[in-house]
């Protein structure tokens, strides 16, 4: 187990009054309450601060905890067998636990010893990851998660149990987006809420298309003589094929924009699709299609190098 110095994380010395423990955590709470606050990881940081003034404002599991001893934030230990004879259960194993799971289900044993009713406690809230396909991100999907929960058993400790959560990802889903799905995390005890499940969004890679946001980019391949005539080809979209008009005399990196055409924005509306244009040579030719470039060669009198020798004439005087 990892210890936690939830004094350390409260910025209060370990003889601080209950009071003292409660401002602190106002305090801090309001600076790093991740609706409000643009610090670095304030959402960690938010639910660590919460945690500590979980177990300290509480005298039983202060007590408990101050009687594990002191250590370096995030040093492995062991509750000592005193501690566990007095506040745990014979042959209980305490390696696979984090200490906040540790004193959730301290309080209910606590209660339970003093013969008063078991207070209502919230379950767990839950981190996972939705990878999805971008065709999934562009019209909504329903997915099945296959987590582990938080969940108490008669004693009031937590125990870990597998859980399949089905729940749907709204249209216009983005990359690393953040969703809270409510009351699809752990389940409470004693009447308490169900946690949530704070699901971040994954774009699987597509064969076609990059993402940014909801506008999508795709490169189209053109053949030499499209580029300078001029051409209507089909691209693809996340909603079909549709024509895409090539100007005479196109250039190779040209963005052309599909307005409206890219991943779908929640509500109405999409991004726009940017159609990189690409100049394809063909691979092989025929002698009738090598005859043709060579009389365009000897005819034309284009020069895509004409830089290079102004720039040697300039320099060289």
Do not use: C
């Amino acid at each position: 187990m990892k210890y936690k110095d939830y004094y350390n994380i409260l910025g209060v010395s370990r003889t601080a009054s209950e009071e003292e423990i409660k401002k602190a955590y106002r305090k801090l709470a309001r600076k790093f309450h991740p609706d409000v606050s643009k610090e670095l990881n304030a959402e960690e940081r938010f639910k660590e601060v919460s945690e500590a003034y979980e177990t300290l404002r509480d005298s039983e599991k202060r007590a408990a905890y101050d009687r594990l001893g002191n250590y370096q934030q995030g040093q492995d230990f062991q509750p000592s067998p005193e501690w566990s004879q007095q506040f745990g259960s014979g042959g209980f194993s305490f390696e696979d636990f984090d200490l906040a799971d540790l004193f959730a289900g301290l309080a209910g044993r606590g209660q339970g010893r003093r013969g008063g009713p078991s207070s209502a406690m919230p379950g767990q809230d839950l981190e996972a990851t939705a990878r999805i396909t971008l065709e999934e991100a562009h019209r909504g999907a329903e997915i099945n998660l296959d987590l582990v929960t938080q969940e108490y058993d008669n004693s009031g400790f937590p125990r870990r149990t597998p859980r399949r959560i089905k729940t749907r990802i709204p249209k216009g889903a983005t990359e690393g987006q953040r969703l809270r799905i409510p009351g699809k995390g752990g389940a409470g005890k004693n009447g308490g809420r169900d946690g949530d499940l704070y699901l971040t969004v994954e774009l699987l890679p597509h064969p076609l298309f990059r993402v940014s946001g909801h506008d999508l980019s795709l490169d189209v391949p053109i053949a030499p003589w499209e580029a300078v005539l001029g051409a209507e080809v089909q691209a693809p979209t996340l909603d079909g094929a549709v024509r895409l008009k090539i100007p005479a005399g196109t250039r190779s990196g040209q963005k052309l924009r599909l307005t409206n055409r890219g991943l779908s924005k929640p509500g109405s509306g999409a991004g726009d699709l940017f159609a990189i244009i690409q100049i394809v040579i063909p691979p092989v030719v025929n002698d009738h299609e090598r005859t043709l470039f060579k009389q365009l060669a000897e005819s034309s009198n284009f020069d895509p190098r004409e830089h290079f020798r102004q720039e040697v004439t300039n320099g060289g005087g």
